[in-house]
C-alpha cells in the first residue's frame, strides 16, 4: 500500500531560492527509503513540507490517502512522525517520561502511560525515564526523541540525519536500532554507509531527483556521485583501490556486512585462480622428475 506520494513538488524560500525543484517520489507501507544528497539539497526541508510545516507549495502530496492542503495540515501530520536533525529542538519537559507523554497528549490518545512505557522500551531508553533530557549525552536524546515519536504510533517515520553528531558507538547502536524497527521509514541523510545498513531503496536529491535505486547501484555511478559531491563511505575507497590493483570488485561494498561477502568472494576467486594454475603447471614438474 502507498502511504505517501508526492507529485511534481516545488517549493522557494521568501529570499528567492529554490530549495525543492519538480519533486515526484513514493513510499510504500513497510518500505524504508533514504533521502540522499549534500547539504543544501533539500533534505531538510522535503520531510517539514512533507509534515505540513513549508507551506504553501506547488504540486501535490498525499499521505496515507488524504492530499495535505493547509487546511488538514494538522491532521495529516497525525500519520506522520518527525525526527528533528538537533534533538534539543524536540526536548523541552522537565523529564524524559513526561517529554514522551506530550505528543499523545497533545493528540488527547488513550492509554498514554502504556505509549511512553512502549516508545521507551522500543527504544531501550526506560532507565531514562526520570532523568532530565538536557542532560542526557547526545545519543541518548535522539533515542528519546525517536521514543516520543514512537508513543504517537504514526503510519510513517521521517528521519532528519538521525546519526549526525553522534559518537561512533553511539551511531552503530542507533543504526542498528533502525534496523530493526519494522517502521515505513524516510531517511534524510548523507551517512551512506549508514543508509546502507538500513533502508531498501534511496534517492539522491539535489533539489530535484537526480538517480534512485539501492545504494550499492548508486554508488557505482561515479559520473552522479561527483555531479552531487556525495563522499564514498571509507569502505568502498578501499574496495576501489583493491580493484585497481587487479583484484576484480565486482559491487563496491557500502557497508561493513557488504565489505566482508565482497571479501570473501574476492579471496575464494583468489584462490581458485592460484589452485588453477597450480594444477597447470604441475604436470611440468612431475615430468621433470
Same mark, same amino acid.
Given at each position: 500500500m502507498r502511504v505517501l506520494e508526492a507529485s511534481h513538488v516545488s517549493f522557494t524560500y521568501d529570499d528567492g531560492t529554490i530549495a525543492l525543484r519538480d519533486l515526484t517520489m513514493t513510499l510504500d507501507e513497510g518500505e524504508k527509503v533514504a533521502i540522499l544528497g549534500p547539504n543544501g539539497a533539500g533534505k531538510s526541508t522535503l520531510l517539514h513540507l512533507l509534515s505540513g510545516f513549508r507551506m504553501p507549495f506547488d504540486g501535490n502530496v498525499v499521505v496515507c490517502g488524504?492530499?495535505?492542503?493547509?487546511?488538514?495540515a494538522d491532521e495529516v501530520r497525525r500519520d506522520l512522525g518527525l525526527l528533528f #536533525?538537533?534533538?534539543?529542538?524536540?526536548?523541552?519537559?522537565?523529564?524524559?517520561e513526561e517529554d514522551v507523554a506530550f505528543g499523545p497528549m497533545t493528540l488527547?490518545?488513550?492509554?498514554?502511560?502504556? $505509549?511512553?512505557?512502549?516508545?521507551? $522500551?522500543?527504544?531501550?531508553?526506560?532507565?531514562?525515564?526520570? $532523568?532530565?533530557?538536557? !542532560?542526557?549525552?547526545?545519543?541518548?536524546? @535522539? $533515542?528519546?526523541?525517536i521514543a516520543g515519536i514512537l508513543a504517537m504510533d504514526p503510519r510513517v517515520l521521517l528521519l532528519d540525519e538521525p546519526t549526525s553528531g553522534l559518537d561512533p558507538k553511539s551511531r552503530t547502536e542507533l543504526v !542498528?536500532?533502525?534496523?530493526?524497527?519494522?517502521?515505513t521509514m524516510l531517511i534524510a541523510t548523507h551517512d551512506l554507509e549508514a543508509a546502507a545498513e538500513i533502508v531498501d531503496r534511496a534517492i539522491i536529491l539535489n533539489v530535484g531527483v537526480v538517480k534512485e535505486g539501492?545504494?550499492?547501484?548508486?554508488?557505482?555511478?561515479?559520473?552522479?556521485?561527483?555531479?552531487?559531491?556525495?563522499?564514498?563511505?571509507?569502505?568502498?575507497?578501499?574496495? !576501489?583501490?583493491?580493484?585497481?590493483m587487479g583484484y576484480s570488485v565486482e559491487n563496491l561494498p557500502v557497508s561493513m556486512d557488504q565489505a566482508v561477502a565482497e571479501l570473501t568472494?574476492?579471496?575464494?576467486?583468489?584462490? !581458485? #585462480?592460484?589452485?588453477?594454475?597450480?594444477?597447470? @603447471?604441475?604436470?611440468?614438474r612431475r615430468k621433470k622428475t
Open positions: 488524504k492530499k495535505l492542503e493547509q487546511g488538514n #536533525q538537533d534533538p534539543d529542538d524536540q526536548l523541552f519537559m522537565p523529564t524524559v488527547k490518545l488513550d492509554d498514554i502511560e502504556g $505509549r511512553v512505557m512502549k516508545g521507551l $522500551r522500543s527504544t531501550g531508553t526506560e532507565h531514562l525515564a526520570k $532523568r532530565r533530557p538536557h !542532560r542526557l549525552s547526545h545519543g541518548m536524546k @535522539k $533515542r528519546v526523541a !542498528r536500532l533502525l534496523k530493526s524497527m519494522n517502521r539501492t545504494i550499492r547501484d548508486l554508488v557505482m555511478d561515479t559520473r552522479v556521485m561527483e555531479e552531487v559531491g556525495l563522499e564514498l563511505p571509507p569502505v568502498s575507497k578501499m574496495f !576501489r583501490m583493491i580493484d585497481s568472494k574476492v579471496i575464494d576467486r583468489e584462490g !581458485r #585462480q592460484v589452485h588453477t594454475q597450480g594444477t597447470a @603447471k604441475s604436470p611440468g
